[in-house]
């Protein structure tokens, strides 16, 4: 691309964003504790869901040490709403360390915690620390398609032929704003077009909750955050949830330690 192009593209998106860019409460702040618990929270779950759990996790654990001095129970507790609780435990084990050793700086240091990925660690050091990293999720890669490549190109669009043009596209002054503007510009296209990110080589749709595994973690996961001790029973009566997927689920949670059993009953430790 020539610098007029990419300029030109620039003016368009930034210009979009100007006028319809999208509201969210961590977007507001350049705390990085209060970002990457954003980051987590949106990892495959809509941003109409994670605002009022955002809202209240930070107002229970505000700063790292907070998290890290509370028993697991009650991070489970407080995330219950929002599925995949393995990065609720993740977090958790974060907040440790950060609260012993400080919050990394750089998206190599990032991805060394638990449950952080090359995605998350270049989010949060660019929304937190205005890091020019260059990354790519959902939005982008809908809008990158979009622009670059031709419908009858759409059939397989591998995100190694994307990332080169995030990377010459990119606003090294003012990366966060940057990416806010691609990530809004994208979802207003998937609103309003066929998802370009099923042109991805890598698009897959998520499976039906209902029946699946991760109802039965996220109801045993639920049951047991509320404290005390619960056989799968009385949790299936409650959740309407068949026993042997839940004995399955309860199976997979203890060899992942997220729970412990005694005696036909279930706990958290």
Do not use: C
């Not at 042109?199 to 996220?218: I, L, N, T």
């Not at 049951?223 to 997927?245: F, K, T």
């Not at 309860?250 to 430790?269: C, P, Q, R």
């Amino acid at each position: 691309m020539t610098a007029e192009e990419i300029a030109e593209f620039r003016r368009t998106i930034l210009g979009w964003y100007e006028e319809h860019g999208r509201a969210f409460p961590w977007r507001d702040t350049t705390d990085p504790w209060a970002i990457l618990v954003s980051e987590v929270m949106l990892q495959q779950t809509q941003t109409s869901r994670v605002v009022p759990k955002y809202r209240a996790w930070l107002e229970r654990f505000p700063v790292p040490e907070a998290l890290a001095s509370s028993p697991l129970q009650e991070a489970l507790r407080h995330w219950s709403g929002l599925g995949y609780n393995r990065r609720a435990r993740n977090l958790w084990e974060t907040a440790k360390i950060i609260a012993g050793k400080g919050f990394p700086r750089t998206a190599g240091a990032l991805r060394e915690l638990p449950g952080i990925g090359p995605y998350t660690a270049s989010a949060v050091a660019t929304f937190a620390f205005n890091s020019p990293e260059v990354f790519i999720e959902t939005n982008i890669r809908s809008l990158f398609i979009f622009f670059f490549f031709p419908p009858d190109t759409h059939s397989a669009v591998p995100d190694r032929a994307i990332l080169p043009l995030v990377e010459e596209t990119l606003d090294r002054e003012n990366p966060r704003i940057w990416y806010y503007a691609l990530m809004d510009y994208g979802a207003e296209l998937k609103r309003k077009t066929p998802n370009p990110s099923r042109a991805s080589a890598g698009y897959a749709r998520q499976g039906r909750f209902k029946g699946s595994m991760r109802e039965a973690r996220g109801a045993i996961l639920r049951a047991l955050s509320l404290g005390g001790r619960a056989g799968l029973g009385a949790i299936g009566v409650r959740e309407e949830i068949d026993y042997a997927r839940l004995a399955k689920a309860a199976d997979l949670l203890v060899a992942e330690g997220f729970i412990k059993e005694e005696g036909g009953e279930f706990f958290i430790d």
